[in-house]
C-alpha cells in the first residue's frame, strides 16, 4: 500500500463580518461525502447562520456582562436570604349593578308614566311595548286587581326600565322567573316568599337573574378565614352560612343582595399578608432547628411577632426544611425578609474548635467532579478511585459518562466526590471549610457552550483562482482591502462590510466549489468535538500457508483502515467572550484506477493542525492544502499512425491536469445562556428547506414557561 501524505502551509483567514461557511440550498445540513458536482445550478455558497455583523456582536457581549452581573448580584444576594415569588393577588374589580339583563340597551332613553294601571296592563305596558320582551302569565296574575304607579319625568334606559319593572312586582307579591329568551311572571308563595333559585360559582354571571330568592354556593380559593365571616356577617344583608370543610359559604338573598355578598367575599379571599414576601434561606453551616431556635427571640426583640408553630396573629413565620437544611420565611414586607437575611449571615457560621465534621456541597452550575479535578492540586489531594478519564486535563475530551466516587485526603481533610448525586462531601473543620467555601462557589460556575458551524470545499484552481486562494483574495477582482500579512507559514487576512462576500460570490458563479461536509455541531467550553465521516476499506496485510503440506490452503490477512473525513475542533472563550480554537482536520480518500501494492488501493491524505483565534459570530478560513491529478491520452489511427515520418500526422498526444484546493470554513457562536437559543434554532431554521423544528418551551425565573 502506498500512503500518500500531501500537507500544504496553512492559511488562516479572519473574516469579520460578511464571509462565512457555505450552506447549500439544495442539500441538507448533513455531511455529504458523494460529492456534489461543481455543474450543479441549484448549490450556492451562503452565509452561516451563525453569523453576526459587528454591531450585533458587540450588543451580545454587553449583554453577556450584564448578565454575568446579575448572577453575581443573585449569588451574593443567596448568601442571606433568597426571594421567591409568593401567590399573585388578583385585583378584583366591584361592580355597583344589581339584578340586570345585559341583553337590554343601557344607553337608549325611554319616557315611561303609569298610574294606577293593573298589574297585567303594566306588564303589557312595559315588558312588551316598550322593550319588547317575551312573557307569559301565570294563574291569577291577570285577577289580582293589584294595580302599579309610575310616573317619572326623565326618560330613562330600557335596562334600568326593567329593573324597576321587577321591584314593582316584587312588592306586589309577583316574581319574574327567566327562561331563555322567555319571561314567567307568577304570584308569589303563601307565605310571601318566592320558590328559592339554586347556583353555584363565585363569578357575578354565574348568580341566576331572577327577582326571587338565591341559594348562592360560593367556592373560596384560600379557605374561610375569621375575617372574612365576621366581615359578612356585620356588612352583608344576606342570609350567611359557612362551611368550612367544604371552603363553602352559602349567601341566601335576592340577587342584589347575593352579588353585595360575593363582592365583599372576593375582597377578602385573597393570601394572608404574612405570605406576601417569602424568603429562601439556604444554610451552609447551622442544622435548620437550631437556626430557628436562636433566629426567633432575635425577630422578636425587634418588635417583630415571629413564630415558627402557629401563623396567626404573626408578621414572619419560619418553616424548617430539614432534607436539604434550609429555611423558609413567610414575611408580611420584604423588609423582614431582607432583616432575616442579615441574621443569616451572623447566625450561620461554624462551630469553633478543632473538631472535624462532614459538609456537602451541591454545586448549582457545573460538575462535582471538574470541580474536584480543579481543587484536588489546590489542597494537596491526590484523588483516587474512579475513571482517570474524568480528571485528564491535558487532553481536554469529553469525560466518561460513568459515575463513580473518587477522593483523597491531606493532613487537614479529606474530600470525596460523588459524581452519581453530583455533590461533594467534605471532612474538615467549620473554619477550614469556611475557608475553602469561596473558592468552592467561584469555581461553580455555569460552562459556557459553543455552536460551530463548519463547511469543507474543494475549490478548483481554474479561471482566476488558478493560482489559488491567496492569489485570487491578494490579486483578483475582489474589493478585500489592505488587511494582508504574509510570512513563511502562510498569510492571514481580515475582512469587512460585503468583502467576504466576495469570495463567495466568485466560488458561485464559476462554479468552482464541491461541498465536502457541512456539520454543526454544539459542544462544550474546553471540550473536544469531533466529527468523523467516511467508509471503512479492507486491505490485504498478507497471506499465509501451513508448512506442513504444499496442498494447504493459504490464508489471507486483511485489516480495515478508515477513509472520509475527520475533524477535532477544541473551543476555548476566555473572560472577554473572545473563542481560542484548536483544529485538526483530516481527509483521506482512495486514489482512482490504483492497484499497486498487491491490489490494495492507493490512499490519498490532507491534514491540516492549527490553533486560530475568532470571536463569537467571526468566520476562520483555513485553505492552502492543494492536491492535483494528471492522465496522459493517445489518439491515433491504426496502421497508418505507424509509418515513420508521416505517422505522427494521424496522431495525437493530450496531458490533462486538475488541481484542487481544499478550503475549510468555521464560524464559532459562544451561548451564555438558554434565552439565546430561540434566536439561534429560528436562524438554524433558514436553513433548511424540507424541515420544520418544533417550538422550544423554555422556563422562566417566575416558574412560568415561554415558547419561542
Not at 298610574?115 to 303594566?122: C, D, G, K
Not at 471532612?427 to 459553543?450: F, H, N, R, W
Not at 465521516?533 to 500457508?545: E, H, K, L, R, Y
Amino acid at each position: 500500500m502506498r500512503n500518500l501524505n500531501m500537507k500544504h502551509t496553512v492559511i488562516t483567514i479572519t473574516l469579520a463580518a460578511a464571509l462565512s461557511g457555505c450552506a447549500g440550498s439544495g442539500f441538507e445540513r448533513t455531511s455529504d461525502l458523494g460529492y456534489p458536482t461543481s455543474n450543479d445550478p441549484s448549490y450556492q455558497l451562503e452565509k452561516s447562520y451563525l453569523h453576526e455583523p459587528d454591531e450585533q456582536r458587540n450588543q451580545a457581549k454587553e449583554s453577556a456582562a450584564q448578565a454575568e452581573q446579575a448572577q453575581s448580584k443573585a449569588d451574593e444576594r443567596s448568601q442571606g436570604a433568597q426571594q421567591l415569588p409568593s401567590l399573585k393577588r388578583s385585583q378584583t374589580k366591584i361592580s355597583n349593578r344589581s339584578a340586570i339583563n345585559l341583553r337590554l340597551d343601557s344607553n337608549d332613553q325611554l319616557k315611561v308614566a303609569a298610574e294606577q294601571m293593573p298589574v297585567s296592563q303594566f306588564v303589557h305596558y312595559a315588558l312588551g311595548e316598550l322593550l319588547g320582551l317575551n312573557y307569559v302569565f301565570g294563574p291569577g296574575v291577570e285577577k289580582s286587581g293589584k294595580t302599579v304607579t309610575l310616573n317619572l319625568q326623565q326618560p330613562i334606559s330600557s335596562q334600568r326600565l326593567f329593573e324597576l319593572t321587577q321591584e314593582l312586582l316584587t312588592q306586589n307579591q309577583f316574581s319574574i322567573k327567566q327562561d331563555g329568551e322567555l319571561l314567567l311572571i307568577h304570584q308569589a308563595e303563601a307565605n310571601g316568599r318566592a320558590s328559592v333559585q339554586f347556583a353555584i360559582g363565585n363569578e357575578f354571571n354565574q348568580v341566576p337573574n331572577v327577582t326571587g330568592q338565591i341559594m348562592q354556593a360560593v367556592p373560596t380559593k384560600f379557605g374561610i378565614t375569621l375575617s372574612i365571616e365576621t366581615t359578612l356577617r356585620s356588612l352583608a344583608s344576606a342570609k350567611i352560612t359557612m362551611d368550612r370543610d367544604q371552603s363553602i359559604i352559602f349567601v341566601q338573598g335576592k340577587r342584589e343582595e347575593v352579588i353585595q355578598a360575593m363582592e365583599l367575599i372576593a375582597m377578602l379571599d385573597k393570601p394572608a399578608n404574612r405570605g406576601k414576601h417569602i424568603g429562601l434561606i439556604e444554610l451552609k453551616f447551622a442544622k435548620s432547628a437550631d437556626f430557628i431556635k436562636e433566629l426567633v427571640p432575635l425577630m422578636q426583640n425587634e418588635g417583630i411577632s415571629t413564630s415558627s408553630t402557629s401563623y396567626l396573629n404573626n408578621s414572619l413565620v419560619l418553616v424548617g426544611l430539614d432534607s436539604v437544611n434550609s429555611v423558609v420565611a413567610f414575611a408580611s414586607d420584604e423588609s423582614i425578609v431582607k432583616r432575616v437575611g442579615f441574621w443569616t449571615k451572623l447566625l450561620d457560621k461554624p462551630a469553633k474548635g478543632n473538631a472535624k465534621s462532614y459538609f456537602t456541597y451541591h454545586p448549582r452550575y457545573a460538575r462535582a467532579s471538574d470541580i474536584g479535578q480543579s481543587l484536588g492540586p489546590l489542597l494537596g489531594i491526590s484523588i483516587t478511585g474512579g475513571d482517570s478519564s474524568n480528571f485528564d486535563s491535558e487532553t481536554g475530551k469529553a469525560p466518561s459518562t460513568s459515575r463513580n466516587t473518587m477522593g483523597g485526603q491531606s493532613e487537614d481533610l479529606s474530600m470525596v466526590v460523588d459524581e452519581r448525586s453530583n455533590s461533594i462531601i467534605f471532612k474538615a473543620t467549620g473554619a477550614d471549610y469556611q475557608a475553602m467555601l469561596p473558592l468552592i462557589e467561584s469555581l461553580d460556575i455555569l460552562p459556557k457552550q459553543v455552536m460551530l458551524d463548519i463547511t469543507i470545499v474543494e475549490v478548483k484552481l481554474q479561471d482566476q483562482f488558478n493560482l489559488g486562494v491567496q492569489w485570487a483574495l491578494q490579486k483578483g477582482d475582489f474589493s478585500v482591502g489592505t488587511g494582508f500579512e504574509v510570512g513563511k507559514s502562510g498569510f492571514s487576512l481580515s475582512l469587512k462590510g460585503d468583502d467576504g462576500s466576495a469570495l463567495a460570490e466568485a466560488f458561485e458563479s464559476n462554479k468552482l466549489s464541491n461541498l465536502l461536509s457541512n456539520p454543526s455541531i454544539l459542544v462544550r467550553d474546553g471540550v473536544t468535538a469531533k466529527i468523523a465521516v467516511g467508509d471503512q476499506i479492507s486491505i490485504v496485510t498478507g497471506t499465509s500457508q501451513s508448512s506442513g503440506s504444499e496442498d494447504a490452503p493459504i490464508t489471507t490477512n486483511s485489516e480495515y483502515l478508515k477513509t472520509g473525513l475527520d475533524v477535532e475542533v477544541t473551543p476555548t472563550v476566555n473572560a472577554q467572550g473572545v473563542v481560542i480554537m484548536e483544529i485538526s482536520q483530516t481527509i483521506t480518500n482512495t486514489v482512482a484506477s490504483s492497484s499497486e501494492g498487491g491490489g490494495n488501493p492507493d490512499l490519498f491524505e490532507r491534514s491540516l493542525s492549527t490553533e486560530v483565534v475568532a470571536e463569537s459570530g467571526q468566520t476562520i478560513l483555513l485553505a492552502g492544502l492543494v492536491s492535483g491529478t494528471s492522465s496522459d491520452e493517445d489518439m491515433s489511427v491504426p496502421g497508418v499512425s505507424d509509418i515513420p515520418l508521416l505517422g505522427r500526422l494521424f496522431s495525437t498526444e493530450d496531458q490533462n491536469g486538475v488541481k484542487t484546493e481544499l478550503v475549510m470554513l468555521i464560524t464559532p457562536k459562544v451561548i451564555h445562556d438558554s434565552s439565546q437559543w430561540g434566536d439561534l434554532m429560528s436562524d438554524f431554521q433558514r436553513g433548511l428547506t424540507q424541515i420544520t423544528l418544533p417550538s422550544q418551551t423554555l422556563a422562566t425565573d417566575d416558574g412560568t414557561v415561554q415558547n419561542n
